[in-house]
Nanobody
């Protein structure tokens, strides 16, 4: 199983980035997908999640209204569109795949991807 995240980089505050996470080795359409992040010196935190067909999405309060999670089951890929980025969004972003509901604490996640770094300059 591989979850390959990409799309991170350096962006100015107020800018946008779109992260992608391509999955292989799983029946992607059957997995709930999520994004978590970990800032330097801080604990990992939940960002967003999306159910199998994308009908249900969930967001942390800190990103609600600015970030949008989506998926393309034909491409085995989940996306995180990040708009109006703030310096506090600086973190390594990880995608996650889970058969059951994703625990927002990140416990019991079936598969984690390697992270992609997002740096927001103020």
């Amino acid at each position: 199983v591989q979850l390959q995240a990409s799309g991170g980089g350096l962006v100015q505050a107020g800018g946008s980035l779109r992260l992608s996470c391509a999955a292989s080795g799983i029946t992607f359409s059957r997995y709930r997908m999520g994004w978590f992040r970990q800032a330097p010196g801080k604990e990992r935190e939940f960002v967003a999640a999306i159910h199998w067909r994308g009908a249900s999405t969930y967001y942390a309060d800190t990103v609600k209204g600015r970030f949008t999670v989506s998926r393309d089951n034909a491409k085995n890929t989940v996306y995180l569109q990040m708009n109006d980025l703030k310096s506090e969004d600086t973190a390594v972003y990880y995608c996650a795949a889970n058969w059951d509901e994703l625990d927002p604490r990140g416990y019991g996640i079936d598969y984690w991807g390697k992270g992609t770094l997002v740096t927001v300059s103020s």
